[in-house]
């Protein structure tokens, strides 16, 4: 990805919204090296100083915003942090869901002490394809729309999994059948979730901002494949 520009989707003075590739790390880590992440990127590409306000898995795409100077950051991570903020990914998970349901079980975090979880969805679309992935003679999959409540490390594919519905290409909690699936007969190598939508207050006047980014064109492909619109 070195050389690649990201798509900017909305800026002004005070914040920058992004379209972040899935895979693309948001801040360097130790176990990256010299691998690229989304912050230097940005930064290179905008010649400006950039202050991440929440975050982004690195498996999962779509829309994530940025500010622009340090009082910004501070307003809109308050936001955050007290779930102000409306967010809104799709995902495609195992099974046919519910047409819409809350999740609403505590989730532990790194230190090992459970935390209020909430987490509601609404199905968009529904496939079933001739092949025994599994146990049964046919593979069912679900397109939905979530919009968790509360943000928890890994809160979507934590709760999906819970209910039996893990999300297809998390390598972690999900189906590896139903991932090498998606590998074998899409190319699919990576985990279906994208941030679509955000709503939160402007940090300089408070007025309301309606943030929408479409998923990135392979899963639109995807989409197309499986007979969802």
Known sequence: MTGAEIDILYRDDDLVAVHKPAGLLVHRNAHAGREPFLLQMLRDQLGARLYPVHRLDRPTSGLMIM?????????LARQFAAQEVRKAYVAVVRGFTDESGVIDSPL????????????????????ELPHPVGPHPTARFSLVRVEPR????????RHFAHI????????????????????EHFGVHRLLLASVELRFRHPSDGEDMHLQCPPDEEMRALFSKLGWA
């Open 108 to 127: 532990k975090s790194e230190s090992g002490a459970e935390a209020r979880a909430r987490t509601e969805f609404t199905r968009l679309g529904l496939t």
């Open 164 to 183: 039996r519905h893990p999300l297809v290409g998390d390598v972690l909690r999900g189906d590896g059948r139903q991932n090498r699936f998606f590998r």
């Open 67 to 75: 500010a622009l100077s340090p009082g910004a950051a501070g307003i």
């Open 150 to 157: 509360t943000g928890r490390t890994h809160q979507i594919r």
